[in-house]
């Protein structure tokens, strides 16, 4: 069906009951369906309207009621289906015609989601809006792997980061990198595939040791899941042998080593702090 079919109906739905619309802005999850809150899949069966972006997984999508108008609005490096402008104005005629509007987006709305974007052009025009969290892909898939993020006397902080320069710059974006390098904090970056090589130069520069354990997960918690486990020194040249593409996430620190797959992956074998830190966990 046609947006303005649907807003037609909406309208005439409304004059009828009288309904105000709300947008809920939901997150997914990293794409394992059983990832999803119960409020998410309560409100995927009630909706109207559903706008979703790239990152909803096709398992996902098929729980949707039948009877909900779906719009693709996702965006893609190089290849805009909708600017974000178009997004807010289509947000806000469905719920000013009167329809529950489901805005799904992947992982959580609020971690690097423009969740807050939406939430505020909406609410500066008047329309109720609800965020229902979703499962970061720092949290799904670092659980999918077996990497405890914050792990005791490994970590004391998880520091997740965009790898994107596109509103920072790539001079602010170097200075966040740099000033992340540090042996006690877990890194997650997002979006980092395009500057990987960048990164991790800046990373070892500001003095991260060059054998760190790391880990880029492509589809994570996904049929589709590709893992790469590699030293920091290692990890551009095996993301790139490995074809890694987006989406893609990368962790980076001692807590990777934890993962069982880091011990079966090739070629690795285990720094000293994991060695010492393997130690601690056996003894
Ligand atoms: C625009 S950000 C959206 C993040 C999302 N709001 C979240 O909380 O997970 C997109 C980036 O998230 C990461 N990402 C999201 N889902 C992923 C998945 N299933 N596997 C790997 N990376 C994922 C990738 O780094 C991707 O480029």
Redesign the pocket.
Known sequence: MHESDVLHRLSKRQVEAGDPGAVYLV?T???DPGLLTLRAAQLMNTADVVLYDR?V?PDILQLIHGGAMMVYVGKQKGFHTRTQDEIHGLLCRFAHAGATVLRL?????Y?????GEEAQYLRERGIDVHCVP?I???S??SAELGIPLTHRGLATSVRFL??HARESGEDALDATVAASADRDTTLV?????GTLPSLVAQLMRAGLPRDTPAAA??????PQ?RVVYARLQDLERRVAEAGLR?????MIGEVVALAPGWWLAEGCGLSEGACRAVERVVA
């Open positions: 997150g999850g990293p794409g990152l997984s987006k992947g992982g959580d709305p971690i690097f989601g423009r969740g979703g970061t892909a720092a799904g898939i965009t790898g970056i997002y979006m980092g595939l997960v492509e589809r994570g918690t996904t899941q987006s989406p893609t996430l990368i």
